[in-house]
């Protein structure tokens, strides 16, 4: 939805009923319609089945992509509708060397955060992105201050409340 200030992280009924809406009008140029459902795993139980009705009927000329990383977690009743096509995953060497090129980082570098997002480089790229990296590399830091008593758990909690709390979780597990 372009009405939102944060993103939803569950995809409601409301937008897929927006989604059909707009579905409805002509393309332009009578070109194809496109429609891509990221992440389509958060469709909730009554979005999917209003989508269900959309994707059995679409209008012609109408494509629809549904992306995920887990294609389990779609209704069976949409997974039949579709054709699933597996995007690997790219080599450890073509990752580095896109996040190398793409954020001038050293390799080292590169395969740290690799690592961390289990080879994924999009995630990894993001995390670079929005600065969430450098919160993540300065958690054990923090936490050897917290120990030496110079930086206080509000303090720290603050500075990784910052990023996404499943991220956070990762670091400290790490």
Known sequence: STNRKLPKRVIGVD???QLTLELLNSSHLGAAKVAVIYPAEE???NAANAFLKTLEEPSQNTYFFLVTA???RLPATIRSRCIEYK???PSLDQSVSWLEKSHS????QAEELLGFFLGSPLKA???FQDDSWSVGISIHADIEKIVSDTLSVVQASQKW???DPQASLRWLQQ
């Open 43 to 45: 469709l909730n139980l």
């Open 87 to 89: 995007v690997p995953t």
């Open 15 to 17: 937008q897929v009923r």
């Open 161 to 163: 409340g910052q990023i």
């Open 70 to 72: 887990s294609p389990h």
């Open 105 to 108: 980082i050293n390799r080292e």
């Open 125 to 127: 790229s993001a995390s």
